[in-house]
């Protein structure tokens, strides 16, 4: 088993930025790809950002990539979403999961991931 607890979350103006993190416990953290993803009121789950056991990283195409940013600490068991020039669009539940053994297909699919977080709010203003 692995747990997983985030956060970081609050509350920000438009155009300023915020650090989420996770952290695990229970198991190996260092084996695991991480993943961020994120649920606003009334949509769907969206996959945020991943990183490998070894660090390579991957985002969402869409408006997210190049304004947040994934790393992990792997001697803190902990991996940190760095979200800069928020948008009130970015207001959501941000949660972080762990999976093991996914390929570069599956790191944006929720359903690989089998260890999940309770998740931390992010709210940005206008």
């Known amino acids: 088993q692995v747990q997983l607890v985030e956060s970081g979350g609050g509350l920000v103006q438009a155009g300023g930025s915020l650090r989420i993190s996770c952290v695990a416990s229970?198991?190996?953290?260092?084996?695991?790809?991480m993943g961020w993803f994120r649920q606003a009121p009334g949509n769907e789950r969206e996959f945020v950002a991943a990183?490998?056991?070894?660090?390579?990283?991957?985002y969402d195409d869409n408006s997210m990539k190049g304004r947040f940013t994934i790393s992990r600490d792997n001697a803190k068991n902990t991996v940190y979403l760095q979200m800069n020039s928020l948008k009130p669009e970015d207001t959501a539940v941000y949660s972080c999961?762990?999976?093991?053994?996914?390929?570069?297909?599956?790191?944006?699919?929720?359903?690989?991931?089998?260890?999940w977080g309770q998740g931390t709010q992010v709210t940005v203003s206008s």
């Open positions: 999961a762990a999976a093991e053994r996914l390929t570069a297909f599956q790191y944006a699919s929720q359903y690989e991931y089998k260890y």
């Open positions: 229970g198991r190996t953290f260092s084996r695991f790809t």
């Open positions: 990183i490998t056991w070894f660090g390579a990283t991957t």
